[in-house]
């Protein structure tokens, strides 16, 4: 998620509802299996706009000016809506049409597109997170090259945390509190030694309704509305209580005690109080004005929103206060934003060769620099001048970082656990029956 994209959240989902609209691709009838081409020539790419569209243009410039001129190689960019950008991919695929070299797609879809693209045996991965690579891997090929890589963070007033850490005085208080939260007495802890339970404590804490002393109306705010791209930041409790969406065999895993803990953390927050009615309705552009305000101590948030929180001028109450901890339970979902090559362009051979150029470290500080957040630590870590987060984007993602199931029906099933789940997590449903009914969709998804 690009730290210029404050909505991205919002366009991804409906990118992907659209998606799931949309052809299947691989289609048996018509078309051809492409060609190898010259070498060179127009190679045309599709991308989005935005700030991943404007980042890559300035990169395709750089290209045509200097390496693409020596290759004999210009690419041109398509850029199409944020909303129905893979829905019109999917038309195009479905057609076996060679009217693109190279698509732009993302972890959550490369299953489903994988019957009509090439796979990448010529690109060297090594200098990607392997999480990224990985999650853009079906059937143990690679099918994409990575750009921009998403994952979470827990955001929270530090000077609130650390203001509580300092004054023992008030630990007998809290410990109360997180007795009746949790069932035991705690400490607080720092931010990032947080499990779900302190999460679940210190919500309790910061809320006005368990602790009437609070400095915020509310502990936390949850992404709980029936939105798919909801179910990314939910699995992190998924993972963080030691749950998966599957086996090591590929069976659905959802109708397990994880799964039930998961649901329990967020309908326990929401039904006692300790975070806005709103969060039924809740999703990125919620939690950041909620931050913003003041009215909530942390929450769990894309990377890409504390840079608008740490910007006096977006952000003047809270500016300087936000920090950056890992995801409690230390698990972070990671996607990858990427490009593939298309199974049936006419160019390959020249399509290829800038997709090699794309995978260089060199290309891809360039793609930084012009406000990507590109998938190569190495890149992140020598570039925090840009964007003070880098540093602990690569960190996280190297540390905590895991990829869900990649199958055909990726963003049908984030869009079904959405669905299946999220009265549970508000306490509409029980959360057994709802893990049940997530892990009877899930299977059938996964064929």
């Not at 052809?23 to 492409?34: D, N, V």
Request: glycine share 8%.
């Amino acid at each position: 998620m690009n730290v210029k994209a404050a909505g991205l959240a919002l366009a991804l989902a409906t990118g992907i509802a659209l998606a799931g609209c949309a052809p299947s691709t691989g289609s048996k009838t018509g078309g051809s299996a492409g060609a190898a081409g010259s070498g060179s020539g127009t190679v045309k790419m599709v991308l989005w706009p935005g700030p991943e569209g404007d980042a890559m243009g300035k990169v395709v410039e750089a290209y045509n000016a200097g390496q693409g001129a020596t290759d004999k190689i210009k690419v041109e960019m398509t850029l199409l809506s944020r909303q129905d950008t893979f829905s019109k991919e999917a038309t195009l695929m479905a057609a076996k049409s060679s009217q693109q070299d190279i698509y732009f797609v993302a972890s959550y879809n490369v299953g489903q597109y994988a019957n009509s693209l090439d796979p990448l045996t010529s690109v060297d991965a090594s200098n990607y997170f392997p999480v990224a690579v990985d999650g853009l891997k079906y059937q143990d090929k690679q099918y994409a090259l990575p750009l921009d890589v998403s994952n979470h963070f827990l955001l929270y007033r530090k000077d609130l945390v650390d203001a509580l850490l300092a004054t023992k005085s008030q630990w007998p208080a809290y410990q109360a509190v997180a007795a009746k939260a949790i069932g035991e007495k705690r400490d607080p802890k720092p931010a990032a030694e947080w499990d779900w339970q302190d999460y679940v404590a210190m919500s309790a804490w910061f809320s006005k309704t368990a602790n009437p002393a609070s400095p915020t109306q509310y502990g936390t705010i949850l992404q709980a509305k029936n939105l798919l791209y909801n179910t990314m930041i939910w699995d992190d409790v998924l993972w963080g209580e030691g749950g998966s969406w599957t086996t090591k065999d590929g069976k659905a895993n959802l109708d397990t005690d994880a799964a039930k803990k998961a649901v329990g953390v967020y309908s326990t927050i929401y039904k006692n109080g300790w975070t806005s009615k709103d969060s039924s309705q809740a999703e990125f552009p919620e939690t950041q004005a909620a931050l913003k305000a003041g009215t909530t101590a942390f929450a769990l948030q894309w990377s890409a929103g504390f840079a608008e929180l740490n910007d006096k001028s977006k952000s003047p109450l809270v500016a300087g206060k936000i920090a950056i901890a890992p995801v409690p339970g230390q698990k972070t979902h990671v996607h990858a934003l990427a490009v593939a090559l298309n199974k049936y362009s006419g160019n390959k051979d020249a399509a290829k060769k800038f997709l090699d150029y794309l995978a260089t470290p060199d290309a891809m500080t360039a793609y930084a620099k012009a406000g990507g957040i590109p998938a190569m630590p190495a890149v992140l870590k020598a570039n925090t001048a840009i964007n003070p987060a880098f540093g602990q984007i690569a960190e996280s993602i190297d540390k905590y970082g895991y990829s869900v199931p990649v199958f055909p029906n990726t963003f049908e099933a984030y869009s079904k656990l959405a669905e299946t789940l999220s009265g549970a997590w508000v306490g509409q449903q029980d959360a057994g029956t709802a893990v049940q009914t997530a892990n009877t969709a899930l299977q059938k998804l996964l064929g």
